[in-house]
C-alpha cells in the first residue's frame, strides 16, 4: 500500500489548488449553515411573537394581512365591554387599539429605508407584556420608540438610533424618545409612535386592528362569537399565534427555496470535489502506474506481480521472457548496510581533517528508522545527515575541540538529538566528555 505520507506531500504539490478546495469547501459549509440558520431562524422568532393568550380583531377578508385590515375606531370601546374574560389590572381592561403600516423613513445619514410602524396607545403594554423599555421614556406626539433590533432592519449602524435621534416620516420629524426589547419576537425589528401621529401621517381613519389579552386562551371562543355576531363591524377574530402561525406558513415557498439552494450548493460541491480528485490522478496515471510496477499496490498478494505482467505486456512479448525477478521491500538489515555506506562516507570525509570518527548502534536505529522512506527508498537518508550529524559537527570543526583534528564518538539522546563525546587521548573512553547538539 502506498504510505499516508506520500498523500500528505502530496497535498502541497499544487498549493493553488489546495486553498482552492480548502476555500471552496469551507464557502459550502458555510453557506450551508447560512442557511440552516435562516429557516431555523425564521420558523422560531415567527412562532416566538404569537401569544395564545392574545385574541386579534381585524377586518373581515383581512385575516392575512394585519396592514390591509380596516377596523372601526369603535370597536375597541364595544370589544372591551362585550367580550367576557379579558385581562384586568386595576379595573383597566388589557384592549389595545393598533395601526400597522408598512412606509420608508428618512435616516439620518440621509437614506431612506423601509420600516415596520406600529401606532400605539400605553395598552399596548398590557397586551404585549414582553415589550419592556430598555432606555428612554414611551413616546408622546412627535415622537418614537423603537425596538433595539430595528438599526439591521434599517442598515444602520446601533449609535444610529439612539434616544434623541431624529427620523422622518412623510417628511414629519420624529425623535427618538426610548428603546424597548421584546426577547425572540419580530416586535424588537418594529418602530412605534403614538396612535394619534400615525393616524395622521397614515392618513387613516381607521385602525389596523384590536388587540385582546385573555386570562385564559380558552375564552378565545367568546371573543369568536362577538366578532361573528356583530355583523355590523364586519370583524374576524383569531388568535395572535395563528396568525404568526399563517405568516410562517405564508415563508415556507421561500424557506424551500433557501433549502433547494442549499442543496445544489451541496451537490454541486460533492460533484466538483469528485471532479477535482479525478483531475488530479488523471494527470498521475503514468506515476501510480510506475509505482504499482515496482510494487506499490494495493496489497501485496500472491501472483499479483504475474497478473500485472499479463496485463501490460502482450503474450508475444511475454513469450520472449526468459525469467521474472519480484523485488521484495527492504528490510531492516539491508536498511542498516545502507546507512553503514553513508555513515563510511562521512568517515572518509572527517579522516581528511585528522578526525577519528566512531558511531553508536543507537544512532545507526535512528537513521534506519528516520532517513528511509517506503516509497524514496533512502533518498532522505543524505538530508537527515545533513540536519542532524553534520550540523552539529560543523562549530566543533571550524571552532571548536576538532579544529585540529582528534577523536569524536557521535551518539543520539531519547528526544534525537546527536551528541558529541571527545575521549581524551590518555583517559578512557568512559571519562569521556559529551557536548550535545
Avoid at 501490460?312 to 538489515?333: V, Y
Wanted: proline share 3%.
Amino acid at each position: 500500500m502506498l504510505p499516508l505520507s506520500y498523500a500528505v506531500r502530496n497535498l502541497f504539490r499544487s498549493k493553488s489548488r489546495l486553498l482552492q478546495t480548502i476555500g471552496g469547501s469551507a464557502m459550502v459549509v458555510l453557506l450551508v449553515m447560512a442557511s440552516v440558520a435562516i429557516n431555523n431562524g425564521m420558523k422560531r422568532v415567527l412562532s416566538a411573537s404569537g401569544s395564545d393568550r392574545n385574541v386579534i380583531l381585524v377586518g373581515a377578508g383581512s385575516e392575512e394581512s394585519i396592514q390591509r385590515s380596516e377596523v372601526a375606531e369603535r370597536t375597541a370601546g364595544i370589544a372591551e365591554a362585550a367580550v367576557p374574560g379579558i385581562s384586568e389590572t386595576l379595573g383597566v381592561r388589557a384592549v389595545s387599539s393598533e395601526i400597522h403600516f408598512m412606509n420608508y423613513l428618512g435616516l439620518p445619514d440621509g437614506r431612506r429605508s423601509q420600516a415596520m410602524l406600529r401606532g400605539v396607545t400605553l395598552q399596548a403594554l398590557r397586551v404585549h407584556p414582553e415589550v419592556r423599555l430598555l432606555r428612554g421614556n414611551f413616546p408622546a406626539a412627535g415622537e418614537l420608540m423603537v425596538g433595539r433590533l430595528a438599526w439591521r432592519k434599517l442598515g444602520l449602524a446601533e449609535s444610529d438610533l439612539k434616544v434623541g435621534a431624529i427620523l422622518t416620516l412623510e417628511n414629519q420629524p420624529l425623535k427618538i424618545s426610548g428603546i424597548f426589547a421584546a426577547p425572540g419576537t419580530v416586535l424588537e425589528s418594529e418602530i412605534w409612535a403614538t396612535l394619534g401621529d400615525l393616524r395622521v401621517l397614515a392618513k387613516r381613519e381607521t385602525l389596523s386592528c384590536v388587540v385582546l389579552r385573555l386570562d385564559d386562551p380558552a375564552d378565545y371562543a367568546e371573543a369568536d362569537l362577538f366578532a361573528k355576531q356583530r355583523l355590523d363591524l364586519e370583524l374576524s377574530a383569531l388568535r395572535e399565534s395563528d396568525y404568526y402561525d399563517r405568516l410562517s406558513a405564508f415563508f415556507k415557498p421561500l424557506r424551500a427555496m433557501t433549502w433547494i439552494t442549499a442543496g445544489l450548493i451541496a451537490a454541486g460541491a460533492i460533484f466538483g470535489g469528485v471532479n477535482t480528485l479525478y483531475a488530479a490522478f488523471a494527470s498521475r496515471v503514468r506515476e501510480m502506474a510506475t509505482l504499482q510496477s515496482i510494487g506499490f499496490g494495493r496489497g501485496a498478494r500472491e501472483g499479483e506481480d504475474e497478473d500485472a505482467i499479463k496485463r501490460m505486456f502482450t503474450p508475444e512479448f511475454r513469450n520472449r521472457l526468459d525469467a521474472t525477478i519480484s523485488f521484495a521491500p527492504l528490510d531492516e538489515k539491508i536498511i542498516l548496510q545502507v546507512v553503514d555506506k553513508f555513515l563510511m562516507q562521512l568517515e572518509a570525509q572527517l579522516t581528511e581533517k585528522k578526525v577519528d570518527v566512531t558511531y553508536t548502534e543507537a544512532l545507526k536505529k535512528y537513521l534506519a528508522k528516520n532517513g528511509f522512506d517506503p516509497l524514496m527508498g533512502a533518498r532522505p537518508m543524505a538530508r537527515l545527515i545533513q540536519d542532524t550529524i553534520r550540523r552539529a559537527l560543523a562549530d566543533e570543526l571550524l571552532f571548536g575541540k576538532l579544529v585540529g583534528g582528534g577523536k569524536v564518538s557521535i551518539d543520539i539522546d531519547a528526544d534525537g538529538k546527536v551528541k558529541l563525546g571527545f575521549p581524551a587521548a590518555d583517559t578512557p573512553k568512559e571519562a569521556a566528555e559529551e557536548v550535545t547538539a
